[in-house]
Each structure stands twice: as C-alpha cells, then as structure tokens.
C-alpha cells in the first residue's frame, strides 16, 4: 500500500469510527509506526491520567455473530455459520461480510493487514529454523485446513480459497478478542482468539460466557509486555479502553497480550520483542526422558529401568497426579523455579529405591518435599536429560549468537534464531539449577548412601512430611 493510501485509509477508518458511535478522546492519535515495524498504533498526543478513558466502543461497532450475522447470507448458511467453533464461525462471518458491497464494516477491512508472518504462513525452510522448539508441532495448519474445509467450503463463498482462509483466521488469531456478553461485567487485559482460549480476566468468580469479536480500534494498539498501560474494560455497557497507569504526551498506548513465550507470540501474532523472552519456554517430552531411562538408555547403566518396573513407576506418577505428555522449564522468577514441581516427582518416582517406592505405592509414605526430591541423583539425571534435549536443536547457543551478529539475515529468520536460542538459555539455566540440587541420595536407586535409612523415616504422616506438588503450569 502506498503511504496516501495508508494515510487515506487510517482518516477513512477514524471518520467511520466516529459515524458509528466511537467516542475518542481528543488526546489520542492512530499514527503510522510503519518506520518501526508495527503498522498503525495508538499514541498518546497530550497527557493521560490513570483511569482515563481512551475510547469508548458502543457493542454495535463490534463485529461478532451478534452484530453481523442477521445481515448475511440465507438462514441455513447463518444457522450453518452459528454451529460452528467460535474462530471459525467469525472467519465464516468476516469472509461473506467482505462480499457485500454495501458492508457496514468495509473502512475496517481496509485497515487490517493482507499479510502477516504469523507461524501458519512461514514455508518449510523457514520453520526448519525453529528447529527443535516445541512451537512447531502447534502451529496446526493441517487442522485448520481440514476445518475450513469441511465447513466453510460448503458455504459456497465465491472469495472462498484455502488461502483466503488462512489470512482471515490469522487476522482474527492476532486482533480478536473474547468479550463478555452484554450485561455482565469484566475486564479484558489481551486479546487472544481463534484456538477457544478464554482469556478473560475478571473479577466475577461466576463463568462469563463470553464472544469472539473484532474490537476496531481496540485492536489498532500494540503490545508490549513492560510497557503496558491500557486495557480494555468491559463493565459498562460501551466497552472503553482505560489507561491503567499515567501516559505521558508522545508515548504509545499498549495494550498486552499476558505471559506468553516468544514462540508463542510468533506463532499466533507473527512478530517477537525482547519483553517477552522472560516468559521463553521449552517443553521436555515425556516420551524422550522415559527412552533415556530404557535399557540402553543415556541414563546411566545402574539407574535403567526394564519395562516392567518403568511402567509400574510411571502408572505410580500418574496416580500421584504428577504425570504429563511434557513439562515445561522457564526461567526462575517469583512465580517460581525453573524446573517445575511435577517434573520433580515424576523423576524422583522413576528413581526410588524399590522399598521407598513400596511405601508410596501403597500410602503409607507420600511423596516428600521439593527440597528433598531434589535429590542429587535425580539432579545428575536431569542434567543428562536436559543436555539430550539440547542437542535437539541443531545449532548450539553459541552458534546462534555468533549467527544473530552477521547482518542482512531474513527477518523470519532472525526471529527463529532468537525463539530457539532463547529456548536454550532456559535449558542451560534449568541445568544450572539441576546441578545445584543437594538432597540426600539416601532412598533413590544406586544411591551413594543406600544403607543410610533413617530408623522411623518410613510412613511419616503426611501433616510432617507431605507437601504434594501443585500444578502451576500457565500455558496450554
Ligand atoms: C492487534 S494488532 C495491532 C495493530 C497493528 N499494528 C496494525 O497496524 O494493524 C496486532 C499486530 O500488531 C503487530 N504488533 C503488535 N505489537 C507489536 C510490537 N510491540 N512490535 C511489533 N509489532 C507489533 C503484530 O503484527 C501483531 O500481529
């Protein structure tokens, strides 16, 4: 798009906005951020206080199934479009809405992107290059295309492609928000969409129902995980956006999109920033730490285990509620350490020593403590298994921080090198802290103290000795 048309465009969007009821503050502007690769954003032109309005949206200039479905196609193609899964149905809806000549919506759709580097759009090569992050197995483009095509094919959309498909659903995965109902109340802090992620933060204990809506304007702000300082209010009946701290004359309204790794941020919005990469993950899978633990395995030779007791023990780890397909490591910070609790006592299930692991198995021992599962055994196997799952990726970090320094690299490219090296940083913290694990070795298998059990040490009642791990994870 040449600059007038982005210029004409943005005008022809803010005026429709104000015919249909949008109120902005006077102190706002939509600018071109183009020079700094965000498309249009939101920027503050005089100064904001906390609390302060800075839109307000009547529910009418919101595109959903409520606003726009009475308007399109014949009954059995709404009743056709209603049936279907949220994400979905608004890609059926936005499809035939931008059909009609006399759409209502059309200064929108002008201003939403044609294009986007959202995970679904990259090609083979450029995915390689994630290489072993577990974002790759997500992205679920084949999914998405068995969907659209078996319902929204039957549509008969005479703009209907596979193609098209994918460009509306990505715009709706990256500017979509969940908003509550009329009449109830809560306060939307990102926007999340096509994958049934309700990610409403509300005060209400009661469950919201909420509906997947393009939100124009409120989706003209960008994100940034340490600056944010709006968000999008649902109590009244407008939805307003308020700013949640002061925001000076000059700075950029932003919105968040909550603790999302940088994998994630570029599958579902195709861009990736430096805030984000404290929330980097990776996932290790169970499958690949159990073949380590196999005969032959690369855990060491006296902790192998045959498939017997491997399937006795991870039946146990599955009654103790601490089993999962994969854990995820992240970085230490408040919410906690690196390797989580659940991983913890799934491993330190795999290497119990037979009589200890007797005694959880029939409840008359628990599961310990993370200061004492943190065995130093358990920490040299996960180190091992943590090294496996490095080598996973094809380059080491320092590989790819010497690779980040050369110049002209494709911009996907760079985005895939920061996505797997901030993976990696997180498996050699998680190894930092595995090394450091200092528990007594005393019930664990090939143990260095076997015969160390202390009188009296089996069948403690729980209230002394039981702290059962609680789930933490934050991510689907
Ligand atoms: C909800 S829209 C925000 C409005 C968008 N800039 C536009 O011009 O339409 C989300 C998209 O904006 C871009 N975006 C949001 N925050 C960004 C940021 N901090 N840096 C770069 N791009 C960002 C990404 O392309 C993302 O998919």
Known sequence: MEVDDFQSSTEAFLSWQSAIGVWMSPKMA????????????????????????????????????????????????????????????????????SLRKDSKWAPYFAVLPRELDSLVFWSEPEIKELQASAVVTKIGKGTAEEMFTQHIAPLGLDNYSIEMCHRVASVIMAYAFDIPEEKTTGTMDDNEGSEGGDDLVSDDEEEEKTVLSMVPLADMLNADADRNNARLCCDNEELEMRTIKP????????????PLPRSDLLRRYGYITDQYAVYDVVEISTESMLSAFRTGGRVSPNLQLNSEDLEKR???????????????????????????????????????????????????SY?????????????????TLLRLREEEYATTLEED????????????????????????????????????????????????NPEGQIPGEKGKRRSEESSHPKKKRRFG
């Open 30 to 97: 939509l600018k071109d951020l183009r020079s700094e690769s965000r498309g249009r954003g939101v920027v503050a032109i005089a100064d904001f206080e906390q609390d302060e309005v800075v839109f307000s949206i009547p529910r009418s200039a919101v595109l959903n199934i409520a606003t726009a479905l009475p308007d399109i196609g014949t009954e059995s193609s709404q009743s056709a479009i209603r049936a279907m899964p949220s994400w979905l149905a608004l890609t059926a809806l936005m499809l035939s809405e």
């Open 247 to 258: 925001i000076a004359a000059g700075e950029e309204i932003f919105n968040d999109y909550g």
């Open 314 to 364: 991870v039946e146990l780890t599955q009654r103790e509620d601490v089993y999962d397909q994969s854990y995820d490591i992240r970085h230490a910070g408040p919410e906690g350490p690196s390797i989580p609790d659940e991983l913890l006592a799934f491993l330190y299930i795999l290497l119990l020593d037979e009589e200890n692991l007797a005694a959880i198995s029939s409840s008359q």
């Open 367 to 383: 599961l310990p403590s993370r200061s004492k599962m943190a065995t130093e055994t358990l920490g040299q196997v996960l180190v």
């Open 401 to 448: 921080e010497a690779l980040l320094k050369s110049e002209n690299l494709p911009n996907r490219t760079r985005m895939a090198i920061e996505v797997r090296l901030g993976e990696k940083k997180v498996i050699r913290e998680a190894i930092q802290e595995a090394s450091s694990f200092s528990g007594s070795n005393k019930r664990m298998r090939g143990g260095q």
